[in-house]
């Protein structure tokens, strides 16, 4: 065996605790299951990540641990060279419509992923078939290391809210622990789901309902 599937395999692994702890009373991420997450993630350290979403102190590990935050006109050129090379990289998985990438305000990106390529229906595994994609998209991100990766799962509303949100928090988390596994450091991400609160299209046909059920990364740069 591989040292890459030995790496996917123990992320797995440890997602599937980390879901047990989630599952355990049924209401999603608890405070015990997130301190479970921040130990996985590295303990102080992840709360690095935790902290720099709130502009404290903890903003000074973070912007350490990936050597430095991007400045002034850099910024933009950085994160437009990272999109141009998401495009070019995930050239086919784009036409077939498997993944966009979008240019967002402030200098983020977005890089989408459909759910009905991403996982099986009510999976939160995601497909082998899907590994070459998240390997190149794990290059790419490795490769921009000044940004942080926000991940967050999406269902349609077929099903009851707790399943969906549930389901939605595992993708996230799968999509999380396979980037990691893949060499990214953990202290740039955050994973969370959000079940059927944030639809991109209507749920009452198929069609959307198939918008709706996605894993989406916004890439967000590191700046001072």
């Known amino acids: 065996m591989t040292l890459r599937p030995l790496k996917?395999?123990?992320?797995?692994?440890?997602?599937?605790?980390?879901?047990?702890?989630?599952?355990?009373?049924?209401?999603?991420?608890?405070?015990?299951?997130?301190?479970?997450a921040i130990g996985s993630a590295g303990g102080?350290?992840?709360?690095?990540?935790?902290?720099?979403?709130?502009?404290?102190?903890?903003?000074g590990a973070l912007i350490g641990a990936?050597?430095?935050?991007?400045?002034g006109t850099a910024v933009g050129a950085y994160m437009e060279s990272q999109r141009k090379d998401f495009e070019k990289a995930l050239a086919d998985e784009i036409?077939?419509?498997?993944?966009?990438?979008e240019k967002l305000p402030n200098n983020e990106l977005l890089v989408r992923m459909t759910g009905a390529t991403t996982f099986e229906i009510d999976s939160d595994r995601i497909q082998p078939g899907f590994y070459s994609t998240m390997d190149?998209?794990?290059?790419?991100?490795?490769?921009?290391g000044k940004t942080e990766l926000m991940i967050s799962g999406h269902t349609d509303s077929t099903g009851s809210a707790?399943?969906?949100?549930?389901?939605?928090?595992?993708?996230?988390?799968a999509v999380q622990y396979y980037m990691e596994a893949d060499g990214?450091?953990?202290?740039?991400?955050?994973?969370?789901?959000?079940g059927k609160n944030q639809p991109i299209a209507s749920n009452e046909t198929e069609a959307g309902r198939r918008l709706n059920r996605r894993v989406d990364i916004t890439i967000v740069p590191i700046t001072a």
């Open 8 to 36: 996917r395999l123990a992320a797995c692994a440890l997602a599937a605790v980390l879901v047990a702890g989630c599952a355990a009373d049924g209401s999603g991420l608890t405070e015990t299951g997130s301190g479970a």
């Open 44 to 59: 102080a350290a992840a709360g690095a990540i935790i902290g720099s979403l709130s502009a404290n102190a903890g903003r």
């Open 66 to 71: 990936v050597g430095g935050a991007l400045v």
């Open 95 to 101: 036409a077939s419509g498997m993944i966009s990438v």
């Open 136 to 144: 190149k998209i794990s290059a790419i991100v490795r490769k921009y």
């Open 162 to 173: 707790e399943h969906n949100q549930l389901l939605s928090q595992r993708r996230a988390g």
């Open 184 to 194: 990214v450091l953990p202290q740039r991400i955050i994973a969370a789901g959000y």
